[in-house]
């Protein structure tokens, strides 16, 4: 099983960036994917998810109406489209894969999640 992120970079503020996190090893109605953040000197954090086996998704407050996450089944890919990006949203970014997903994950070991990626770094600057 395999995560790979890609799509970081530097990226002025209130530009856009698309991540992307390619997955193999299983196909995403398998698991529930999220996206995860580390801010320099922060807790990492839970961005958005999506259970492609029914579309469903989650965003947290922080990102709400600027970050989108979307899937695609037949490249086995998820991914985040991030707009209006605040020097805040610089990060280290990751995918993860689980069983489910909620924000109460936040206190789990690996945040509950089964596989990660090795994370893409986001750079927000003036």
């Known amino acids: 099983v395999q995560l790979v992120e890609s799509g970081g970079g530097l990226v002025q503020v209130g530009g856009s960036l698309r991540l992307s996190c390619e997955v193999s090893?299983?196909?995403?109605?398998?698991?529930?994917i999220v996206w995860l953040r580390q801010a320099p000197g922060k807790e990492r954090e839970g961005v958005p998810s999506?259970?492609?086996?029914?579309?469903?998704?989650w965003y947290g407050d922080s990102v709400k109406g600027r970050f989108t996450i979307s899937s695609d089944n037949a490249k086995n890919t998820v991914y985040l489209q991030m707009n209006s990006l605040k020097f805040e949203d610089t990060a280290v970014y990751y995918c993860?894969?689980?069983?489910?997903?909620?924000?109460?994950?936040?206190?789990?070991?690996?945040?509950?999640?089964?596989?990660w990626g090795k994370g893409t770094l986001v750079t927000v600057s003036s």
């Open positions: 993860a894969a689980g069983d489910n997903w909620s924000p109460l994950h936040k206190f789990l070991e690996n945040f509950g999640m089964s596989y």
């Open positions: 090893g299983f196909t995403l109605d398998d698991h529930v």
């Open positions: 999506i259970d492609s086996s029914d579309g469903s998704t």
